[in-house]
T-cell receptor, first 114, second 114 residues
């Protein structure tokens, strides 16, 4: 069963527009959730993570995500897109494993138009 | 800290040759993960280790793939014999023990099998 679903494999926005990348999860235990970013020809880097301390999580580069248990969602947003935000974004789920295994979504490629 | 180190960064080989990818995790991290990333299949978990012991290798595509972790600071992923369909970017990631911890990714090895 799919643990993490990212809706939309490609999202395009204009520079200055709102960025919204969607992530829904499935977990039978309280989840830990992550957003990673991958710039071209680089590895994945942590953008932000939810560990139950606060439902609204702020990350680097102006991104934030809100954990909504009732909707099993953890959508990523940024009020105003910048050209440098063009990258692939991955949502990931920790099901409470003490071994650190994460379940990744398929990724969403964000394109930012000038 | 130097982060997760992978070598080589690029590898071009001919079909049938043996390929060995190397990874040095972050010191003190207990778990190590090998991923493969392709356009068609996205990011796939191949195998992961905890305290140098393989925990789950169900993602290894075929017997041609093998991975070892002889000590806490070194792991290898070997493909023998290599095939063109093995062309991909291979990532290594490590994480400390416990839940809710992020995985730290290396820069990846871009493998091209001709």
């Amino acid at each position: 069963a799919q643990s993490v679903t990212q809706l939309g494999s490609h999202v395009s926005v204009s520079e200055g527009a709102l960025v919204l990348l969607r992530c829904n999860y499935s977990s039978s235990v309280p989840p830990y959730l992550f957003w990673y970013v991958q710039y071209p020809n680089q590895g994945l880097q942590l953008l932000l993570k939810y560990t139950s301390a606060a439902t609204l999580v702020k990350g680097i580069n102006g991104f934030e995500a809100e954990f909504k248990k009732s909707e099993t969602s953890f959508h990523l947003t940024k009020p105003s897109a910048h050209m440098s935000d063009a990258a692939e974004y991955f949502c990931a789920l920790d099901r409470g494993s003490t071994l650190g295994r994460l379940y990744f979504g398929r990724g969403t490629q964000l394109t930012v138009w000038p | 800290d130097a982060g997760v180190i992978q070598s080589p960064r690029h590898e071009v080989t001919e079909m049938g040759q043996e390929v060995t990818l190397r990874c040095k995790p972050i010191s003190g991290h207990n778990s190590l993960f090998w991923y493969r990333q392709t356009m068609m299949r996205g990011l796939e978990l191949l195998i992961y280790f905890n305290n140098n012991v393989p925990i789950d290798d169900s993602g290894m595509p075929e017997d041609r793939f093998s991975a070892k972790m002889p000590n806490a600071s070194f792991s290898t992923l070997k493909i023998q014999p290599s095939e063109p369909r093995d062309s991909a970017v291979y990532f290594c990631a490590s994480t400390p023990a416990g839940t809710g911890n992020e995985q730290f990714f290396g820069p990846g090895t871009r493998l091209t099998v001709l």
